[in-house]
């Protein structure tokens, strides 16, 4: 290939074809990015060349397979591999990250007083789970979900406002987004069966709960306790089980509405001790 020297360096209509190219004959993207430095292109203008080429195409054959198209989604600055993010008021580690799908392991988002004033809020407003209930739009008790569960307003005491502006600043997605938290509570033999947090586009139900805010894209499963054995949160397409662990948090996002983001996950049941989580859910657009 030939590639401008210039400061500039144009992602041209011959650059895209070629990465494309390259790209479907099986060269990786660290190797398309070693050749692009090689032929004289900044290492950080090819990275960012290759990314954006990449994912256009992938959208553009997702697209073409009947899926809906990618969206915006919220995300944590793990470009440089930090051991800890600044979640504002406080360091956040992270303890594992995943690109496909995007799963990323956040320790310490709460502190364990944090986790219990949470419980202590909640417990007295439990009723048994409700979830959203496609077909209509309203809301539903689900055999699938065996919890209890109750939800804080966006902003309801200190803790919940302290929680939501950590979110907000990890994942630099606006407070405005995110649906009130919601807190469940799982006693032994209660789990919450593998789906997807997204709204299933083929339901009838759906563009009615589209008009607050759009769909979600993101979500945050908050461990507010340590269940004695069971209870972690399963990613079954990549055979992923997250420990449930006080004050971690698993962090995932879904840029389509689509079982292609391997996005399915679930509660495993809780085989001994009880479970107390906080699951966050951000939307495309302010959540009214
Ligand atoms: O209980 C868990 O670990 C997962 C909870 C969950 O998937 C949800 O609240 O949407
Ligand atoms: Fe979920």
């Given amino acids: 290939m030939t590639a401008a020297t210039t400061t500039a360096q144009p992602i041209t209509p011959e650059l895209r074809t ?3 190219e390259q790209a479907s004959a099986g060269t990786t993207a660290p190797a398309l990015i070693e050749s692009m430095v090689r032929s004289g292109w900044r290492e950080d203008v090819a990275v960012d060349a290759v990314e954006q080429v990449l994912r256009r195409h992938l959208d553009q054959v997702a697209q073409q397979q009947g899926q809906p198209p990618a969206v915006p989604v919220p995300d944590l600055a793990l ?5 800890f993010l600044d979640a504002g008021d406080r360091q956040v580690e992270v303890l594992m990250s995943m690109a496909n799908p995007r799963v990323v392991l956040l320790g310490g988002l709460l502190s364990p007083g944090e986790c219990q004033a949470l419980i202590d809020a909640a417990r007295p407003r439990m009723a048994r789970s409700l979830t959203v209930a496609t077909a209509t739009g309203g809301e539903q008790v689900n055999d699938d979900r065996t919890s209890d569960g109750m939800f804080f307003q966006r902003g ?3 803790i919940v406002q302290r929680l939501e502006e950590r979110i907000a600043r990890l994942t630099g997605w606006p407070i405005e987004n995110g649906e009130g938290l919601q807190v469940l509570h799982y006693r032994p033999g209660a789990e919450y069966k593998p789906h997807y947090d997204y709204f ?3 339901e009838p139900g759906t563009p009615t709960i589209l008009r607050r805010g759009g769909q979600r894209v993101a979500t945050l499963v908050i461990y507010l306790n340590d269940p004695a054995k069971g ?3 399963t990613f079954p397409d990549v055979f992923l089980e997250v420990a449930p662990v006080r004050g971690n948090a698993v962090f995932f996002s879904y840029e389509r509405p ?3 983001t391997r996005t399915l996950h679930g509660g495993a049941p809780v085989i001994e001790g009880e479970k107390w989580i906080a699951t966050k859910w951000l939307r495309e657009r302010e959540f009214k």
């Fill in 258 to 260: 689509h079982p292609g």
């Fill in 79 to 83: 470009d440089d591999s930090p051991r």
């Fill in 231 to 233: 209870g972690g949160t």
């Fill in 156 to 158: 309801e005491g200190d």
């Fill in 18 to 20: 070629w990465i494309v």
């Fill in 200 to 202: 299933d586009p083929a």
